[in-house]
C-alpha cells in the first residue's frame, strides 16, 4: 500500500504539471462500460448500480457525496438544521432548471418523495424514507399523504420533519430515491417515465442530446449524454460527451488496463495489484477507504441453506491466520460490516472499539456438527469452493480458510479464483457456495450498508423474510443498526475480515473523474489531454 501510495503521489504530481502547462482541454469524450444493463433511469423506481450511475449523472438531489464522504450541497445551495435534528430546511438554488427549461421547485422534491412512498410506485429499499414523519403510516395506507412531514414552504424552500432525532439525514438525501420528480411531466408521460430518453427531462449536469440518445438496439446498447444547458452549473461541466456503454467487447472487461491505455474506457476498479501495475504505465488512481472484506456465504447453496453449517464454517476460522496473511502490514481489521467510511452522528460508527465479529470456537464440530449431519442426512460435513479474485494476495487468504477447514473437518475444501468480469457475474447470478467477498459501502451512512442484505438488492446477497422485516422497521436509532449488524452475525451471512479499499483506475490521458463512497462516478469536471 505505501509503495502504491507514492506512486499515485507522483503520478497526481504530474498531472498538476500537465494541467498547469494546458495539457488538458474540455470539451472531450468520455466512455464508461456499466456492469450490467439499466432496468430503468426513474430515479424513484431504479433498482441496479448501472441505473444509479447514469442517474447520477442526470439528476441532482438535495444534497451529494464528494469524494472524501462528505455531504456537499446539490440543488440545496443549504440547509438549516433545528436543536435536536428532527427538521430541516433545504433551501434551492432560485437559478436551477430542469432541462426542457423549466424550474426546478421544492415541489419537484416533494412529489419524488410522495411517489416513492405509494406502494404502487414500486420503489425498491425504500426504508431510507421512514426517517420522515409519517412516512411509514403513508406507506401502509393507514394515513393520507397530508400527513407526511414535507412540504414546500415556498418555490425553493423545502422543510423536512422527521420521526426523530437524526443529524446524518442530508447523507440520505444524496440516495437516488429522494431525486426529484417534474409532476407535471410525469403525468404526461403516461406510464413510461424513465424508459426511454423521450419520457425524461433531467436536472443534472447532464442530458440527453436527443430521443435516440438511449439505444436499446441488442448488441448496440448504450447511453450518450452531454452537458445540460439548462444546468445551473454549465460553465463548470467539462466533457463534451459522455458514454455509457452496455454492449461491449468483452476484452474490456478481460483486459481493463490494456482499455484504459488506448482509451476505449476513461475509468475503472481495479484490484489493488492491478492498480499498482496501471499507476506505474501512467493511470490515475483514487483510492477510497470505503469497503469491507471477508468471508460470503451464499445461503441458498446446499449445505449452507442450514444456518448450523455456516456456524461451524465460521467459527472454525482461525482469524489471526488470515490477518497474517494480508500482504499489506498496514492494513486495519474490521470491527465489523461497516466500511470506515460510514458514519454515526458525525463520528466513526464503531467509536466503542466493540468487535461485531465471531470469535473462533474449535469445539464446534463437537457441540454442533453431529446434529447437523442428523438434520441433512450426511455422513461428513460436505465440501464447499470458495470463489475468489484471481490475485496473490486473495488466494492467500482464501487458501487460510481452506487451512482452517480441513485441518478440523478432514475433508478437502475448493478454491476457484476468478478474474473480476466472472467473479461478479457468479455473484450477482448467485451461482457460488462461499466468497471472498469486497462489500462496498453504497454511502456513508449504515443502512446504505445494512440494504446490500435486503432480499430486493441487487446483487442479492440474502434472503431472508425475517431480516427484511426489521430492516423495514428500523427506527434509525444506533440500537436498531446494531440489532440488524448483530442479525446477520448471528445468522453467519457475512464474516467481515479487512477494512478494505476500492481502486478507481482513470486513463493516462483523462484527469478530474472522481468517486465517492456511494459507487457514483462524477464525470462533470472531466478534462483529456490528446
Known amino acids: 500500500m505505501n509503495r502504491l501510495l507514492c506512486i499515485l503521489f507522483s503520478i497526481l504530481l504530474l498531472a498538476g504539471l500537465s494541467a498547469c502547462s494546458g495539457g488538458y482541454q474540455s470539451g472531450m469524450e468520455f466512455t464508461y462500460a456499466l456492469p450490467q444493463n439499466v432496468d430503468t433511469l426513474d430515479p424513484q423506481t431504479a433498482s441496479r448500480q448501472s441505473s444509479f450511475q447514469v442517474i447520477g449523472s442526470i439528476f441532482q438531489g438535495l444534497c451529494g457525496i464528494d469524494d472524501q464522504g462528505e455531504v456537499v450541497p446539490g440543488a440545496a445551495r443549504k440547509w438549516d438544521v433545528n436543536e435536536d435534528s428532527t427538521q430541516f430546511t433545504f433551501h434551492l438554488y432560485g437559478d ?45 395506507g393507514e394515513a393520507d399523504q397530508e400527513f407526511l412531514g414535507v412540504w414546500a414552504q415556498d418555490e425553493h424552500t423545502l422543510v423536512v420533519n422527521l420521526e426523530r ?52 438496439d441488442p448488441g448496440k446498447r448504450q447511453i450518450t449524454l452531454v452537458p445540460s444547458d439548462n444546468y445551473r452549473a454549465r460553465d463548470n461541466v467539462q466533457p463534451g460527451s459522455l458514454t455509457y456503454l452496455i454492449d461491449y467487447d468483452n476484452s474490456i472487461t478481460a483486459d481493463p488496463i490494456t482499455s484504459l491505455m488506448e482509451g476505449k474506457i476513461d475509468i475503472t476498479t481495479l484490484p489493488e495489484t492491478a492498480a499498482e501495475e496501471a499507476a506505474n504505465n501512467g493511470c490515475g488512481v483514487q483510492v477510497l477507504d470505503d469497503a469491507v472484506t471477508g468471508l460470503l456465504f451464499n445461503a441458498d447453496a446446499g449445505i449452507l441453506k442450514y444456518p448450523q453449517a455456516r456456524e461451524i464454517f465460521t467459527k472454525l476460522i482461525d482469524r489471526q491466520n488470515l490477518l497474517d496473511r494480508r500482504m499489506d502490514k498496514n492494513s486495519q481489521e474490521a470491527l465489523g460490516i461497516m466500511p470506515n467510511c460510514v458514519h454515526w452522528n458525525g463520528g466513526d460508527y464503531y467509536t466503542g472499539g466493540i468487535p461485531m465479529f465471531t470469535q473462533q470456537d474449535n469445539t464446534i464440530t463437537e457441540t454442533l456438527l453431529p446434529s447437523l449431519l442428523t438434520l441433512s442426512g450426511d455422513s461428513r460435513m460436505p465440501n464447499i469452493t470458495i470463489i475468489c479474485p484471481n490475485d496473490e494476495e486473495s488466494i492467500n487468504i482464501a487458501n487460510g480458510l481452506l487451512v482452517s477447514w480441513n485441518d478440523a473437518l478432514g475433508s478437502a475444501y475448493n478454491i476457484e479464483p476468478l478474474d473480476d468480469a466472472a467473479f461478479q457475474s457468479r455473484i450477482a447470478s448467485g451461482e457460488y457456495q462461499a466468497a471472498l467477498y469486497t462489500l462496498r459501502a453504497g454511502g456513508t451512512t449504515p443502512y446504505q450498508v445494512l440494504k446490500a442484505f435486503e432480499s430486493s438488492s441487487t446483487p442479492s446477497l440474502y434472503r431472508d423474510t425475517g431480516y427484511d422485516s426489521q430492516l423495514h422497521s428500523l427506527t434509525f436509532e444506533l440500537s436498531a443498526y446494531q440489532e440488524l449488524e448483530e442479525y446477520l452475525q448471528k445468522h453467519y451471512v457475512f464474516y467481515p475480515l479487512f477494512s478494505d479499499k476500492t481502486y478507481y483506475v482513470s486513463s493516462p490521458k483523462s484527469q478530474g473523474i472522481s468517486a465517492s463512497p456511494d459507487l457514483l462516478i462524477n464525470f462533470s469536471r472531466a478534462k483529456k489531454s490528446e
Open 96 to 140: 436551477a432548471k430542469w432541462s426542457n427549461g423549466a424550474p426546478v421547485t421544492a415541489d419537484d422534491f416533494l412529489f419524488a418523495i410522495q411517489r416513492a412512498l405509494r406502494p404502487e410506485t414500486a420503489t425498491p429499499s425504500v426504508d431510507d424514507l421512514f426517517v420522515i414523519q409519517g412516512a411509514r403510516a403513508v406507506y401502509n
Open 165 to 216: 432525532s437524526y443529524p446524518d439525514f442530508p447523507a440520505l438525501t444524496a440516495g437516488t430515491h429522494y431525486m426529484p420528480c417534474n409532476r407535471e411531466f410525469f403525468e404526461e408521460s403516461s406510464g413510461h417515465y424513465g424508459l426511454s430518453a423521450e419520457y425524461l427531462i433531467t436536472n443534472g449536469p447532464f442530458t440527453f442530446e436527443s430521443i435516440y440518445s438511449w439505444s436499446t
